[in-house]
């Protein structure tokens, strides 16, 4: 079965900083990986999506990165503001299972 | 505006009570998607839809039911709730199937059973 795992689980850093969330699975048989953010009470939003043939995908001041073959992606996210603060999560779809598998997340707080 | 739209936002139940969750997308998607979300676990697949009338076993299937009769609506129902069935529980839905499309999620429903 396919584990996601996202360390650390929370993460606060003054507003201005770059920052890097970490998601590491164990199936590296997998179509493509997500990252989405939550914020609280609320559903999931789609941020990015990186197919496994692609290497990184960037959206604004976000950049994600893939490495298929040792099970890795790095969410990284350029000069954090207060509006950053949510709860980020990936997950990956294995081959053929029409499943998305998520992680646990990363909570981030970002300090004014 | 409405994307994915779900009602109830909250409920509680007693044990063995019945109750059907609906889901609603505006976006003409084809694929129609129930999670669960529990804490310190990673939201779980219930069932899943590819297309108008047809429903499919996800990873966590036991205790519920679906049904799609018509394209834009996606129903999850609990015949016989039970404690362990607290959760919050999410609707998604894509163009497409989930290795090539972004997935577009309602904001939730929290049901507790009693």
């Known amino acids: 079965k396919q584990e996601v795992t996202q360390i650390p689980a929370a993460l606060s850093v003054p507003e201005g900083e770059n920052l890097v969330l970490n998601c590491s699975f164990t199936?590296?048989?997998?179509?493509?990986l997500q990252w989405f953010r939550q914020d609280p009470g609320k559903g999931l939003t789609s941020l990015l999506l990186?197919?496994?043939?692609?290497r990184e995908q960037t959206s604004g001041r976000l950049n994600a990165s893939l490495d298929k073959s040792s099970g890795r992606s790095t969410l990284y996210i350029a000069a954090s503001q207060p509006g950053d603060s949510a709860t980020y999560l990936c997950?990956?779809?294995?081959?053929?299972?029409?499943?998305?598998?998520f992680g646990t997340g990363t909570r981030l707080t970002v300090i004014p | 505006n409405a994307g994915v739209t779900q009602t109830p936002k909250f409920r509680v139940l007693k044990t063995g009570q019945s109750m059907t969750l609906l889901c609603a997308q505006d976006?003409?998607?084809?694929?129609m998607y129930w999670y669960r979300q529990d804490p310190g676990m990673g939201l779980r697949l219930i069932h899943y839809?590819?297309?108008?009338?047809?429903?499919a076993k996800g990873e966590v299937p036991d205790g519920y039911n679906v049904s799609r009769l018509k394209k834009q609506n996606f129903l999850l129902g609990l015949e016989s709730a039970a404690p362990s069935q607290t959760s919050v529980y999410f609707c998604?839905?894509?163009?497409?199937?989930?290795?090539?499309?972004?997935?577009?999620f309602g904001s939730g429903t929290q049901l507790s059973v009693l």
């Open positions: 997950a990956v779809e294995k081959t053929g299972a029409n499943n998305l598998f």
């Open positions: 976006m003409n998607h084809e694929y």
């Open positions: 998604a839905s894509s163009s497409g199937g989930i290795a090539n499309e972004k997935l577009f």
């Open positions: 990186i197919q496994s043939s692609q």
């Open positions: 199936d590296s048989a997998i179509y493509n």
């Open positions: 839809s590819v297309g108008e009338g047809t429903t």
